[in-house]
C-alpha cells in the first residue's frame, strides 16, 4: 500500500518545489492542498502517513495574515500528538513552533536571505533525520520572521550566526526547518522579485543574492535530497523511532 503525505501550501511562490519529485521517487504519494486558492483543508489527518509544511508570506504569530492559518496549526499539533511524521519548512516551521507553545515574530537582527551555512548541532547526530547532514551544510534562506523560542521540550538541531532555531523537532517526528531545501532555480529567482522588499531595505542585492544561491543549489540538493528521502522512509515505518525526551 502507497503512503500518502498531505502537503499545505500558502502561496503560489512557494510550491513543494523539488519534494514534488524527491518524495514520490522514496515511495511517498502526495496530495497537494493549496488553501489560497479556495481548497479547504483535511478535518484532519487520518489516512495520511505524514504531513508536509511549506513556505508563505503569512505571519506565524498572527492568524488573521491568512484564514487557514489556525486550521494549519490544529494539524501541526494532531501530527505532533499522533507521532505522524512531519517536515515543516520556513512559514512551515514558525507554524510548528506556535503550534506546539513556541514563540515567533519579527527578527530582530534584519532579514535573512540567500545561500547560507547552517551549523548542526551535537545532539542531531543522534537525530533519526538529521544524523547524516553535514556538519555545516547549505541552505536557501529568505525570511523577515524568527523563531526566538522553541516549543517546551523541542530539540534543537541546527543554529545559523544569525538566528539560532534553524532547525528544530518536536516530539518524536515533527522537523522544523527555518530555511529552504526544496528550491528550483525559478523559485529562488521569484523571490529576488516578489520578496525583494527588506532585502533592498538591507541594503543588499535581491537579485543578485538569488543568482548566487541558484549557483549553490547543486550542493543543496547532494546534501538534502538524501534527508528527503529518509523522511519519505520514515513515514512508511522504515527505521528505529525516535522518542521525546521525558524529563522527571
Known amino acids: 500500500m502507497t503512503a500518502r503525505a498531505l502537503v499545505v501550501t500558502h502561496s503560489a511562490g512557494e510550491s513543494p518545489?523539488?519534494?514534488?519529485?524527491?518524495?514520490?521517487?522514496?515511495?511517498?504519494?502526495?496530495?497537494?492542498?493549496?488553501?489560497?486558492?479556495g481548497q479547504?483543508?483535511?478535518?484532519?489527518?487520518?489516512?495520511?502517513?505524514?504531513?508536509?509544511?511549506m513556505g508563505g508570506p503569512q505571519q506565524a504569530y498572527d492568524d488573521s495574515s491568512a484564514p487557514w492559518l489556525r486550521a494549519t496549526k490544529e494539524l501541526l499539533r494532531e501530527a505532533v500528538a499522533g507521532q505522524v511524521p512531519t517536515l515543516a519548512i520556513c512559514l512551515g516551521a514558525q507554524l510548528l513552533a506556535e503550534a506546539c507553545g513556541g514563540r515567533v515574530e519579527k527578527g530582530a537582527d534584519g532579514v535573512e536571505a540567500g545561500a547560507r551555512l547552517v551549523a548542526k548541532r551535537d545532539i542531531a547526530w543522534d537525530d533519526e533525520l538529521f544524523r547524516d547532514v553535514p556538519f555545516t551544510p547549505t541552505v536557501v534562506q529568505w525570511h523577515e520572521d524568527a523563531i526566538v523560542d522553541l516549543p517546551p521540550g523541542a530539540v534543537l538541531l541546527a543554529s545559523s550566526s544569525r538566528y539560532a532555531h534553524q532547525a528544530f523537532r518536536v516530539g518524536a517526528c515533527a522537523w522544523g526547518l527555518q530555511f529552504h531545501i526544496e528550491t528550483p532555480p525559478e523559485m529562488v529567482r521569484r523571490w529576488?522579485?516578489?520578496?525583494?522588499?527588506?532585502?533592498?531595505?538591507?541594503?543588499?542585492?535581491?537579485?543578485?543574492?538569488?543568482?548566487?544561491?541558484?549557483?549553490?543549489?547543486?550542493?543543496?540538493?547532494?546534501?538534502?535530497?538524501p534527508l528527503v528521502t529518509r523522511f519519505a522512509q520514515i513515514a512508511k515505518g522504515s527505521g528505529r523511532t525516535v522518542l521525546p525526551v521525558v524529563t522527571p
Do not use: K, N, S
Not at 42 to 53: H, T
Not at 196 to 222: F, I, N, S, Y
Open 192 to 225: 529576488g522579485e516578489e520578496y525583494a522588499g527588506a532585502v533592498l531595505a538591507a541594503g543588499l542585492d535581491p537579485q543578485a543574492l538569488a543568482e548566487r544561491a541558484v549557483e549553490e543549489l547543486p550542493e543543496v540538493e547532494a546534501c538534502w535530497h
Open 17 to 37: 518545489g523539488t519534494l514534488a519529485d524527491w518524495l514520490p521517487a522514496a515511495g511517498l504519494e502526495l496530495e497537494v492542498v493549496a488553501p489560497w486558492q
Open 40 to 53: 479547504q483543508l483535511p478535518a484532519g489527518l487520518g489516512g495520511y502517513d505524514a504531513l508536509v509544511v
